[in-house]
Structures are given as C-alpha cells and as structure tokens.
C-alpha cells in the first residue's frame, strides 16, 4: 500500500469536505453516535502547517485553507472517541456524514479515513449488527456509497482494531507554525 504525506492526505480531505467529492464510504450520523460535540478545536492542532505555497491556519473553531473556511459546528463536528478525533462532515447530496479521524501520537498527529475497499466491508460486517446498505446519491449522474450505522460500541470496535486508512504523521502545530515537507534539522 502507498503511503500518502500528511499534508497530501490533509489536502484530499479537505478538498473533500469543501467540493463534497463522493466520498465512498458514509455513515447515518456523525460519529461517534451519542457523543458530544467538541466546541473547540484541540489546541495541540491549532497554528500553521506551511507545505510549500500552501498554508493551512486552524484555529479555536476554525479551519483557513487560502480563501476557504470551515467553521466547527457548521461545517464540520468534532467528537472524540477511543484516543481519536472524530470529524463528522454533511454530505449534501445524500444528507449522510463522511467521517475523518485525527490520532494525536505523542507530538506528531496523523488523518485517517474510511475506505470501500472489500476487506474492510467484510471486517466491519463480522461485528455489526446493523447490515451496510449500498446507496445511490440523487443527481445525475449519481455515484454509489455504502451506508453504515454503527452503535457507539461499534464505532469504537473499528477504531480499537485500526480499521481505517491511516496517513503519514506531521508535528502538531501547538500554536506555532510546522513545515512537513521541510527537510529535517541537523543532529548533532
């Protein structure tokens, strides 16, 4: 399996999440189901990731990707479960969410998400109890997703046992400004 750069990753879900690409995988709810909603942004992730000309700024509630924004609790929800960040975006086509996770890992953080891949399918289908269901969005031309609606318990199965696409790591901003693509600093 090819291992994507964070900020490579970072970019695809972003782009995502503001075009509404057809994200394979969706879920009923935001996730995890009956949790609260963070009101804030973890202030670990806040600051800049610069990679080359791009600059992301998140800030207390807030995402900044040139003249995009994403708002926390409009745009997106965030929720925590099982040592991740669960972000939860409204897909408006289908009125289901695509789910992303932000693993912190000591000082470094990493994006996950879900994939239709057949394995998976069958992985998560051995301990849920409600079945998947294949979907087709409204619209023409349409694409086809799978719709899943774990119960809190559930959820917290696939992420316990790793089941998602995890990305390279990047430094937590911690306020400041971090530089993935940067070469790393001399040892001595």
């Not at 479960?81 to 408006?92: K, T």
């Not at 470094?108 to 057949?118: C, N, P």
């Not at 899943?148 to 046992?161: G, N």
Request: proline fraction near 9%; charge should be negative.
């Amino acid at each position: 399996m090819t291992k994507l750069s964070l900020p490579t990753v970072l970019l695809m879900a972003v782009l995502t999440l503001l075009t509404s690409c057809n994200p394979k995988v969706q879920f009923n709810e935001p996730m995890p189901p009956g949790r609260y909603n963070l009101p804030n942004i973890p202030k670990a992730f806040r600051g800049e990731i610069v990679d080359g000309d791009e600059v992301w700024s998140i800030g207390k509630d807030t995402v900044w990707i040139d003249d995009e924004v994403m708002v926390n609790g409009e745009d997106f929800l965030l929720r925590r479960m099982a040592g991740h960040v669960v972000m939860s975006q409204p897909v408006a086509e289908t009125g289901h969410w695509e789910v992303f996770l932000l693993k912190r890992e000591g000082d470094v953080f990493r994006t996950a998400s879900f994939e239709d891949d057949e394995s998976w399918l069958r992985q998560t289908a051995t301990f849920m109890e409600s079945p998947r269901e294949r979907k087709k969005s409204g619209g023409k031309p349409g694409y086809s997703y799978w719709l899943l609606s774990p119960t809190a318990k559930e959820f917290r199965t696939v992420l316990k046992q790793g089941l998602y696409e995890m990305a390279e790591g990047v430094s937590l901003p911690r306020g400041g400004q971090v530089r993935p693509s940067a070469p790393p600093p001399p040892t001595n």
